[in-house]
């Protein structure tokens, strides 16, 4: 079946540091890739996508790319924030049945400190 | 944006009893809504996946008669946990697809902390 592995917590960081969360896959078709946020208190948002090899997703300065060969999508950041300080998790979908199904890894916490 | 709602954010109950929690989607008609279950420090487990006006689909090892899900209309959807048990405890998170988005994105709720006591 399909999974998701990435690179767990805590991260911490100083502000303005380069981030990087490792995230690999394994999947029988060909998924779309995702990274999703978690903000304190809040529900998860999508932060980026990915749909094909070598696509890359970007938002709010965040990048990851979709290497097939490699199987990973890792999460770069050149200079975080403060308000980065999140939970972040990398999903692939895939089509099953009917519907798209999301499979998550277990979440990256980020902290920031200024 | 789409918004997900969910109703309680946190509820604790007796063993025994049941407990109903609510998704609504409040700016969009939601056809197809997914129902997680995340533990401590673990990733988000779908439970079920749910179409408006139909039963629920539950993945493997999921029970159904303890889970039960209620998709009655386009931007509501419930589930009741049923005579729960201390290991129901857990944090359940529900999404929801906008039916006039041809894409296939989630939006998610912020989750409710269920605590069986």
């Known amino acids: 079946g399909n999974s998701v592995t990435q690179m767990e917590g805590p991260v911490t960081l100083s502000e303005e540091a380069f981030l990087t969360i490792n995230c690999t896959y394994t999947?029988?078709?060909?998924?779309?890739l995702f990274w999703y946020v978690q903000y304190p208190g809040e529900g998860l948002q999508l932060l980026l996508k990915?749909?094909?090899?070598?696509d890359k997703g970007s938002n709010k300065g965040f990048e990851a790319t979709y290497r097939k060969e490699t199987t990973s999508f890792h999460l770069e950041k050149g200079s975080v924030q403060v308000s980065d300080s999140a939970v972040y998790f990398c999903?692939?979908?895939?089509?099953?049945?009917?519907?798209?199904?999301?499979?998550f890894g277990k979440g990256t916490l980020l902290t920031v400190n200024p | 944006g789409a918004v997900v709602s969910q109703h309680p954010s946190w509820v604790i109950c007796k063993s025994g009893t049941s407990v109903k929690i609510e998704c609504r989607s409040l700016?969009?008609?939601?056809?197809?809504m997914f129902w997680y279950r995340q533990f401590p420090k673990q990733s988000l487990m779908l439970m079920a996946t749910s179409n408006e006006g139909s039963k629920a689909t539950y993945e493997q090892g999921v029970e159904k008669d303890k889970f039960l899900i209620n998709h009655a209309s386009l931007t509501l959807s419930t589930l009741t946990v049923t005579s729960a048990h201390p290991e129901d405890s857990s944090f359940y998170i529900c999404?929801?697809?906008?039916?006039?988005?041809?894409?296939?994105?989630?939006?998610f709720g912020p989750g409710t902390r269920l605590t069986v006591t």
């Open positions: 999903a692939l979908s895939d089509f099953k049945g009917s519907n798209y199904k999301l499979t």
């Open positions: 999404s929801a697809r906008d039916q006039a988005e041809p894409s296939y994105e989630q939006y």
């Open positions: 700016d969009f008609q939601a056809t197809t």
């Open positions: 999947a029988t078709g060909y998924p779309s």
């Open positions: 990915a749909t094909k090899a070598d």
